[in-house]
């Protein structure tokens, strides 16, 4: 008999997990058997896989029947009418099993804002977790939307299907997800509309150039690569010294030569949101891209947008 994690805990497990590097990255051979009746002490393990930060918090569990254990104030029990598969589970440790990123993504959305929904994606498409560096990526858009495809009819999914078309794989950073959401969201939830950027794309440099720049690739932050415009997120801009200079400046240089117009975006720019707006438009002159929202209430669209950017990502669910 196994416990299964599931919904917004499994969200939990993954936003902290490393990807594929990992030895826990191991999809299940066969389907797990959710375990019945579910002792505390079968949570209190299941529990103990999830991020420190988490602890003390209600564990999600994916059960056949909510008769699987008595009333609990350490776990909340899930059903499922889906078909689903091994494929739809991955081993944690002995007899604990946790949801797919994408699975538990479609069962949290009924209780997730949109922009939860989108910053939870991109992180589980990017290549940023919480406390782990370089990490890989946990799922693409394209299996998002084969998931809710197979979830068709569940509440909460049609409004999850709207959402994906503004999914982007290869985020580097939360930074980089809230600067690509705030530009290229619909003015309807508070972004400016631009067309999507690619992130993080490998541009192979001609081997003169990489004499000169010491690399062999760039990778900007933000792409369109049929404008030739990058942007790049600064978080350090306003604290430079000597080598910081020359390490932008030679950036820029090979920018130019390959063409391309580089926008930089830093710390103080995007946290005030009149000077982000002024970038925003400059980006816009350069992507020949019109900024013409025609509701009034479009700037207090932006304000909610930010706040919920900028808000802590999936809080604990405190026992009573």
């Known amino acids: ?39 505390e002490a079968e949570i209190a393990t299941a ?31 899930h059903t499922t009418s889906l078909d689903v598969t091994p494929a739809d589970f991955y081993c944690a440790g002995p007899g604990i099993y946790v949801c797919s990123p994408e699975f538990s993504l479609i069962q ?35 299996k998002i939307n084969q998931m809710l495809t ?10 999850a299907r709207q959402l994906t078309p503004h999914i982007q794989p290869n985020a580097a950073s939360p930074r980089e997800a809230q600067l690509a959401l705030h530009l290229c969201l619909p003015y309807r939830m508070g972004g400016y509309g631009f067309p999507h950027p690619q992130l993080n794309p490998c541009i ?15 990778y900007p932050d933000l792409l369109w690569p049929d404008a030739h415009i990058a942007v790049e997120y600064d978080s350090d801009k306003w604290h430079t010294g000597s080598l910081r200079i020359a390490n932008d400046a030679r950036r820029r240089n090979v920018f130019t030569y390959l063409g391309i117009t580089e926008i930089c975006v830093t710390k103080r720019q995007f946290n005030d949101l009149i000077a982000f707006d002024k970038t925003a438009r400059i980006l816009s002159r350069a992507l020949r891209h019109r900024i013409h929202p025609r509701s009034e209430e479009f700037r207090s669209r932006q304000m909610k947008l ?8 999936l809080p604990v669910q405190k026992r009573r």
């Open 204 to 218: 192979d440099l001609p081997p003169r150039i990489q004499q000169i720049s010491g690399k062999s690739a760039l």
């Open 47 to 77: 529990a103990s896989i999830l991020p420190q930060g988490y602890q003390g918090g209600k564990v999600h569990l994916l059960v056949k029947s909510h008769h699987a254990a008595k009333y609990s104030r350490t776990a909340t029990l």
């Open 1 to 39: 008999m196994d416990v299964i994690i599931c919904h917004i805990s499994a969200l939990h497990y993954w936003l902290a997990h490393p990807g594929a590097c990992e030895a826990s990255m191991i999809q299940a051979k066969t389907l797990p058997i959710p375990a019945f009746p579910l002792r």
């Open 108 to 142: 949290a959305a009924p209780i997730l804002s949109d922009i939860e929904f989108l910053r939870i994606a991109f992180a589980l498409c990017g290549t940023y977790r919480d406390g782990v560096k370089d990490a890989l990526p946990l799922t693409t858009p394209m």
């Open 306 to 313: 930010r706040k919920q950017l900028l808000a802590p990502l």
């Open 150 to 159: 197979r979830m068709n009819g569940l509440h909460g999914v049609k409004c």
